[in-house]
């Protein structure tokens, strides 16, 4: 049973899209993340949300409560967007992490 | 500031053998923990520690220690390597259990 799960798996899309990235969970939250690992290994806080939305450069995370949902949204996609992007809910203190989607952007 | 460090990079061990990964923050931060990452999962929380003298398991804690004698450090054990703890290995740390948290660059262990 995953308690995250994230759509899709794969993303390939060409530079300049629009790309969303949804993220969906079945336990009561104290707070969803959004997380960036890039193809290198290193990972990275995008977002922290538990509630409405947040915009932080072309980056925009939104989360429904009573929908149980959150979305990623890239504007203007770039290749250097191109890694793996991780939802992690925060239940009883310690964070569950989804399995990631890979987002290839593609000059 | 280093923020968050973790030797080694990338480690072999023979089934067996034990060693620590090594884990170190100067952010003064009181929670730090331990995660696993394997092909086709999510991470998973190992262990972790809301201040110094303080630690906790999470949801796979078999077959590793930690301890956390000072605030900056956090080192993870494995007493006994097992082909099943090959992965990569992610610290963390954040001032506070609820908040956002900053990983370290990872070591990558494979057990033979």
């Known amino acids: 049973k995953n308690e995250v799960e994230q759509s899709p798996q794969n993303l390939t899309a060409q530079e300049g899209e629009f790309i969303t990235i949804n993220c969906s969970y079945s336990?009561?939250?104290?707070?969803l993340h959004w997380l960036q690992q890039h193809p290198g290994g290193g990972i990275v806080s995008l977002f922290m949300?538990?509630?409405g939305k947040k915009k932080h450069g072309r980056l925009i995370a939104t989360i429904n409560i009573q929908e149980k949902h959150s979305s990623l949204h890239i504007t203007a996609s770039h290749p250097r967007d191109s890694a793996v992007y991780i939802c992690?809910?925060?239940?009883?203190?310690?964070?569950?992490f989804g399995k990631g989607t890979k987002l290839s952007v593609k000059p | 500031n280093a923020g968050v460090t973790q030797t080694p990079k990338f480690q072999v061990l023979k089934t067996g053998q034990s060693m620590t990964l090594q884990c170190a923050q100067d952010?003064?931060?009181?929670?730090m923990s331990w995660y696993r990452q394997d092909p086709g999962m999510g991470l998973r929380l190992i262990h972790y520690?809301?201040?110094?003298?303080?630690?906790d398991q999470g949801e796979v804690p078999n077959g590793y220690n930690v301890s956390r004698s000072t605030t900056e450090d956090f080192p993870l054990r494995l007493l006994s390597a097992a082909p099943s703890q090959t992965s990569v290995y992610f610290c963390?740390?954040?001032?506070?259990?609820?908040?956002?948290?900053?990983f370290g660059p990872g070591t990558r262990l494979t057990v033979t």
């Open positions: 963390a740390s954040s001032i506070d259990r609820g908040l956002e948290q900053y």
């Open positions: 992690a809910v925060r239940y009883a203190g310690n964070l569950i």
């Open positions: 952010m003064n931060h009181e929670y």
């Open positions: 336990v009561g939250i104290s707070a």
């Open positions: 949300l538990s509630s």
């Open positions: 520690s809301v201040g110094a003298g303080i630690t």
